[in-house]
C-alpha cells in the first residue's frame, strides 16, 4: 500500500529535550515537506526537500532541521523543543514539487511542557 | 508571496442541502491549485488538482470549478460521511512551497 509514515504518533515531552520524528514514504517520491498545523493558523510549511542532501526552509524554519541522507527518509529534528513548538505535525511527500499533488502522512501530535 | 483564503470558516447543511465552499487566491503564475480533505486529528487527504481557469473535476458529490481568481468546491446532496474540514492549495511558478488557506469546517446534520 502506497502511504506516508510518521512516529512517533504522539509525544509529550519537556523544554529542551531533543526529539526526532521520522517521516517514511514508499513511493519513490523527489519531494519531501514538513508541515505544523496550528488553530486558526492552517497548514504552514516548516522546510522541504527537493531530492536526497538537498533541502530548503518553508515559512516557518526557526527551531527545526531537518536532513535527507536517503529518498524515502525526512527526518524531521527539534534540537531544543520550547513550548511553541507544540503543534500537530504532518510530513508529506509528491513525485516532484510543480503541479504534482502532495500525499500527507497521518501526523505526529507533539506536546512540549 | 502566494495567498489564499477560504471562505465561509465553517458551514452547516442539512443533509441533501448542496452548497458552495469558496476559495479565493493570489498567485504570480498558477502552477496547481489543490483541494484536501480533512478528518479531524487526520492528515489530508488529496481530491483534486486544477491547473487552469475554466477547468473542472469531479468525484462523487463532489466537483471543483477554477477560475483566474478563485476557486469553488461544490457539494450537490451531501451526507453526513461528508462533514470535514477542506483545504485549499495553490503553487505559483519559481515557487517549490504549497501555500494553505485555513479551511472550511463542514458539518452534514442527519
Known amino acids: 500500500e502506497a502511504q506516508v509514515t510518521q512516529n512517533p504518533r504522539y509525544l509529550i515531552t519537556v523544554t529542551g529535550k531533543k526529539l526526532t520524528v521520522t517521516c517514511s514514504q514508499n513511493?519513490?517520491?523527489?519531494?519531501m515537506s514538513w508541515y505544523r498545523q496550528d488553530p486558526g493558523l492552517g497548514l504552514r510549511q516548516i522546510y522541504y526537500s527537493m531530492n536526497v542532501e538537498v533541502t530548503d526552509k518553508g515559512d516557518v524554519p526557526e527551531g527545526y532541521k531537518v536532513s535527507r541522507k536517503e529518498k524515502r527518509n525526512f527526518p524531521l529534528i527539534l534540537e531544543s523543543p520550547s513550548p511553541n513548538q507544540t503543534s500537530l505535525y504532518f510530513c508529506?511527500?509528491?513525485?516532484?514539487?510543480?503541479?504534482?499533488?502532495?500525499?500527507f502522512g497521518p501526523g505526529t501530535r507533539l506536546t512540549v511542557t | 508571496e502566494d495567498q489564499v483564503t477560504q471562505s465561509p470558516e465553517a458551514l452547516r447543511l442539512q443533509e441533501g442541502e448542496s452548497s458552495s465552499l469558496n476559495c479565493s487566491y493570489t498567485?504570480?503564475?498558477?502552477?496547481?491549485l489543490f483541494w484536501y480533505r480533512q478528518d479531524p486529528g487526520k492528515g489530508p487527504e488529496f481530491l483534486f488538482t486544477l491547473y487552469s481557469a475554466g477547468e473542472e473535476k469531479e468525484k462523487e458529490r463532489l466537483k471543483a470549478t477554477l477560475t483566474k481568481k478563485e476557486s469553488f468546491l461544490h457539494i450537490t446532496a451531501p451526507k453526513p460521511e461528508d462533514s470535514a474540514t477542506y483545504l485549499c492549495?495553490?503553487?505559483?511558478?519559481?515557487?517549490?512551497?504549497?501555500?494553505f488557506g485555513t479551511g472550511t469546517r463542514l458539518t452534514i446534520i442527519p
Open positions: 492549495a495553490v503553487r505559483g511558478f519559481g515557487n517549490e512551497k504549497l501555500t
Open positions: 498567485v504570480s503564475g498558477l502552477r496547481g
Open positions: 508529506a511527500s509528491s513525485h516532484g514539487s510543480g503541479s504534482y499533488e502532495q500525499y
Open positions: 513511493m519513490n517520491h523527489e519531494y
